[in-house]
T-cell receptor, first 111, second 111 residues
Framework: KNEVEQSPQNLTAQEGEFITINCSYS?????LHWLQQHPGGGIVSLFM???GKKKHGRLIATINIQEKHSSLHITASHPRDSAVYIC?????????????FGKGTHLIIQP | SQTIHQWPATLVQPVGSPLSLECTVE??????LYWYRQAAGRGLQLLFY??????ISSEVPQNLSASRPQDRQFILSSKKLLLSDSGFYLC??????????FGSGTRLTVV
Protein backbone atom coordinates (compact mmCIF):
# COMPACT_ATOMS: atom_id res chain seq x y z
CA LYS A 1 0.00 0.00 0.00
CA ASN A 2 1.36 3.45 -0.86
CA GLU A 3 1.92 5.40 2.32
CA VAL A 4 2.95 8.86 3.39
CA GLU A 5 5.25 9.18 6.37
CA GLN A 6 5.65 12.40 8.33
CA SER A 7 8.15 13.36 10.98
CA PRO A 8 8.15 14.41 13.68
CA GLN A 9 4.70 13.44 14.96
CA ASN A 10 4.82 16.14 17.61
CA LEU A 11 6.98 19.24 17.81
CA THR A 12 7.12 21.90 20.50
CA ALA A 13 9.32 24.93 19.90
CA GLN A 14 9.85 28.44 21.17
CA GLU A 15 8.61 31.50 19.35
CA GLY A 16 11.10 32.62 16.72
CA GLU A 17 12.60 29.21 16.05
CA PHE A 18 13.05 27.79 12.55
CA ILE A 19 10.74 24.81 12.08
CA THR A 20 11.14 21.88 9.70
CA ILE A 21 8.56 19.17 9.09
CA ASN A 22 9.41 16.25 6.84
CA CYS A 23 7.34 14.06 4.53
CA SER A 24 8.37 10.98 2.57
CA TYR A 25 6.39 8.82 0.18
CA SER A 26 6.91 5.52 -1.55
CA UNK A 27 6.20 5.75 -5.29
CA UNK A 28 5.83 8.30 -8.03
CA UNK A 29 3.42 11.14 -7.48
CA UNK A 30 1.79 13.80 -9.62
CA UNK A 31 1.49 16.34 -6.82
CA LEU A 32 2.23 16.85 -3.13
CA HIS A 33 0.20 19.06 -0.84
CA TRP A 34 0.94 20.66 2.49
CA LEU A 35 -2.17 21.36 4.54
CA GLN A 36 -2.78 23.12 7.84
CA GLN A 37 -5.48 21.88 10.18
CA HIS A 38 -6.61 24.33 12.83
CA PRO A 39 -7.72 23.24 16.33
CA GLY A 40 -11.35 23.49 15.25
CA GLY A 41 -10.69 20.99 12.48
CA GLY A 42 -10.88 23.13 9.37
CA ILE A 43 -8.21 22.43 6.77
CA VAL A 44 -6.46 25.00 4.66
CA SER A 45 -4.30 24.19 1.68
CA LEU A 46 -0.86 25.79 2.06
CA PHE A 47 1.06 24.52 -0.95
CA MET A 48 0.75 22.24 -3.91
CA UNK A 49 4.08 21.07 -5.32
CA UNK A 50 5.22 18.91 -8.17
CA UNK A 51 8.85 20.05 -8.20
CA GLY A 52 11.27 22.55 -6.70
CA LYS A 53 10.35 25.04 -4.03
CA LYS A 54 7.55 27.41 -3.15
CA LYS A 55 7.43 30.27 -0.65
CA HIS A 56 4.50 32.08 0.89
CA GLY A 57 5.27 34.55 3.63
CA ARG A 58 7.18 32.72 6.36
CA LEU A 59 6.38 29.31 4.91
CA ILE A 60 8.64 27.47 2.50
CA ALA A 61 7.93 24.08 0.92
CA THR A 62 10.46 22.02 -0.99
CA ILE A 63 10.26 18.72 -2.79
CA ASN A 64 12.94 16.32 -4.04
CA ILE A 65 11.32 14.02 -6.58
CA GLN A 66 14.31 11.66 -6.83
CA GLU A 67 14.46 11.13 -3.06
CA LYS A 68 10.64 11.10 -2.71
CA HIS A 69 10.85 13.64 0.07
CA SER A 70 9.36 17.02 0.90
CA SER A 71 9.92 19.50 3.69
CA LEU A 72 7.84 22.33 5.10
CA HIS A 73 9.77 25.11 6.80
CA ILE A 74 8.46 27.89 8.99
CA THR A 75 10.76 30.84 9.61
CA ALA A 76 10.41 33.10 12.67
CA SER A 77 7.72 30.83 14.13
CA HIS A 78 4.87 32.38 16.05
CA PRO A 79 2.26 30.93 18.46
CA ARG A 80 -0.40 31.40 15.78
CA ASP A 81 1.49 28.81 13.69
CA SER A 82 0.41 26.18 16.22
CA ALA A 83 -1.63 23.65 14.27
CA VAL A 84 -1.46 20.20 12.72
CA TYR A 85 0.46 20.17 9.44
CA ILE A 86 -0.49 17.43 7.03
CA CYS A 87 1.38 16.17 4.00
CA UNK A 88 -0.72 14.58 1.27
CA UNK A 89 0.17 13.14 -2.12
CA UNK A 90 -1.66 12.31 -5.29
CA UNK A 91 -0.07 9.20 -6.70
CA UNK A 92 0.63 8.95 -10.40
CA UNK A 93 -1.39 6.57 -12.48
CA UNK A 94 -4.45 8.53 -13.36
CA UNK A 95 -7.95 8.12 -12.06
CA UNK A 96 -10.06 10.52 -10.08
CA UNK A 97 -9.07 9.12 -6.69
CA UNK A 98 -8.05 11.59 -4.10
CA UNK A 99 -5.12 12.17 -1.85
CA UNK A 100 -3.20 9.85 0.45
CA PHE A 101 -2.56 11.64 3.71
CA GLY A 102 0.14 11.50 6.31
CA LYS A 103 -0.97 11.37 9.93
CA GLY A 104 0.11 14.94 10.52
CA THR A 105 2.63 16.79 12.65
CA HIS A 106 1.24 18.48 15.72
CA LEU A 107 3.17 21.74 16.12
CA ILE A 108 3.04 23.90 19.24
CA ILE A 109 4.87 27.20 19.32
CA GLN A 110 5.28 28.55 22.81
CA PRO A 111 5.59 32.31 23.44
CA SER B 1 -14.33 32.48 -6.66
CA GLN B 2 -14.86 28.85 -5.79
CA THR B 3 -16.26 28.01 -2.37
CA ILE B 4 -17.40 24.85 -0.68
CA HIS B 5 -20.10 24.67 1.95
CA GLN B 6 -20.49 21.79 4.37
CA TRP B 7 -23.04 21.31 7.12
CA PRO B 8 -23.72 20.74 9.91
CA ALA B 9 -20.52 21.66 11.74
CA THR B 10 -21.17 19.32 14.65
CA LEU B 11 -23.58 16.46 15.11
CA VAL B 12 -24.34 14.08 17.97
CA GLN B 13 -26.40 11.10 16.94
CA PRO B 14 -27.47 7.91 18.73
CA VAL B 15 -26.37 4.50 17.50
CA GLY B 16 -28.78 3.16 14.92
CA SER B 17 -30.01 6.57 13.76
CA PRO B 18 -29.69 7.76 10.14
CA LEU B 19 -27.16 10.30 8.89
CA SER B 20 -27.14 12.87 6.14
CA LEU B 21 -24.24 15.27 5.60
CA GLU B 22 -24.40 17.71 2.73
CA CYS B 23 -21.73 19.46 0.75
CA THR B 24 -22.24 22.03 -2.00
CA VAL B 25 -19.76 23.78 -4.22
CA GLU B 26 -20.08 27.22 -5.80
CA UNK B 27 -18.17 28.88 -8.57
CA UNK B 28 -17.32 25.82 -10.61
CA UNK B 29 -19.00 23.21 -12.74
CA UNK B 30 -18.47 19.46 -13.00
CA UNK B 31 -16.01 19.29 -10.11
CA UNK B 32 -14.50 16.07 -8.78
CA LEU B 33 -15.87 15.78 -5.25
CA TYR B 34 -14.55 13.77 -2.31
CA TRP B 35 -15.64 12.68 1.15
CA TYR B 36 -12.88 12.05 3.69
CA ARG B 37 -13.01 10.89 7.29
CA GLN B 38 -10.53 11.54 10.06
CA ALA B 39 -10.91 9.19 12.99
CA ALA B 40 -9.39 10.15 16.34
CA GLY B 41 -5.60 9.85 16.22
CA ARG B 42 -5.54 8.83 12.58
CA GLY B 43 -4.93 10.45 9.23
CA LEU B 44 -7.58 11.40 6.72
CA GLN B 45 -9.07 8.50 4.81
CA LEU B 46 -10.83 8.74 1.45
CA LEU B 47 -14.37 7.36 1.67
CA PHE B 48 -16.04 8.26 -1.64
CA TYR B 49 -15.35 10.28 -4.74
CA UNK B 50 -17.51 11.41 -7.60
CA UNK B 51 -16.61 12.63 -11.07
CA UNK B 52 -20.17 13.56 -12.03
CA UNK B 53 -23.89 13.38 -11.32
CA UNK B 54 -24.88 9.90 -10.20
CA UNK B 55 -21.28 8.62 -10.36
CA ILE B 56 -19.96 7.40 -7.04
CA SER B 57 -16.83 5.38 -6.30
CA SER B 58 -16.30 3.83 -2.90
CA GLU B 59 -12.83 3.41 -1.49
CA VAL B 60 -13.60 1.67 1.77
CA PRO B 61 -16.46 -0.83 2.34
CA GLN B 62 -18.46 0.38 5.31
CA ASN B 63 -21.70 1.50 6.78
CA LEU B 64 -21.86 4.67 4.71
CA SER B 65 -23.08 5.63 1.25
CA ALA B 66 -22.79 8.69 -0.94
CA SER B 67 -24.91 10.29 -3.61
CA ARG B 68 -24.53 13.12 -6.10
CA PRO B 69 -27.99 14.24 -7.11
CA GLN B 70 -26.79 17.50 -8.68
CA ASP B 71 -23.55 18.66 -10.26
CA ARG B 72 -22.44 20.68 -7.26
CA GLN B 73 -24.02 18.66 -4.45
CA PHE B 74 -22.49 15.68 -2.68
CA ILE B 75 -24.26 13.87 0.15
CA LEU B 76 -22.91 11.36 2.66
CA SER B 77 -25.49 9.09 4.28
CA SER B 78 -26.02 6.18 6.58
CA LYS B 79 -29.17 4.23 7.35
CA LYS B 80 -27.96 3.12 10.80
CA LEU B 81 -24.98 4.72 12.48
CA LEU B 82 -22.40 2.69 14.38
CA LEU B 83 -20.14 3.90 17.19
CA SER B 84 -17.20 3.43 14.83
CA ASP B 85 -18.69 6.03 12.47
CA SER B 86 -17.66 8.79 14.86
CA GLY B 87 -15.07 11.12 13.40
CA PHE B 88 -14.42 14.28 11.49
CA TYR B 89 -15.87 14.28 7.97
CA LEU B 90 -14.53 16.54 5.27
CA CYS B 91 -15.82 17.28 1.81
CA UNK B 92 -13.34 18.45 -0.81
CA UNK B 93 -13.23 19.30 -4.47
CA UNK B 94 -10.44 19.47 -6.93
CA UNK B 95 -9.99 22.01 -9.66
CA UNK B 96 -8.49 21.21 -13.02
CA UNK B 97 -5.07 22.30 -11.81
CA UNK B 98 -5.08 19.70 -9.00
CA UNK B 99 -5.81 22.34 -6.39
CA UNK B 100 -7.84 21.01 -3.50
CA UNK B 101 -10.36 23.01 -1.51
CA PHE B 102 -11.78 21.57 1.69
CA GLY B 103 -15.05 22.24 3.44
CA SER B 104 -15.02 23.25 7.08
CA GLY B 105 -15.85 19.71 8.20
CA THR B 106 -18.48 17.99 10.32
CA ARG B 107 -17.56 16.53 13.67
CA LEU B 108 -19.82 13.52 14.19
CA THR B 109 -20.15 11.84 17.57
CA VAL B 110 -22.19 8.66 17.71
CA VAL B 111 -23.39 7.89 21.24
Amino acid sequence: KNEVEQSPQNLTAQEGEFITINCSYSVGISALHWLQQHPGGGIVSLFMLSSGKKKHGRLIATINIQEKHSSLHITASHPRDSAVYICAVKYSGGGADGLTFGKGTHLIIQP
Amino acid sequence: SQTIHQWPATLVQPVGSPLSLECTVEGTSNPNLYWYRQAAGRGLQLLFYSVGIGQISSEVPQNLSASRPQDRQFILSSKKLLLSDSGFYLCAWIGHSYGYTFGSGTRLTVV
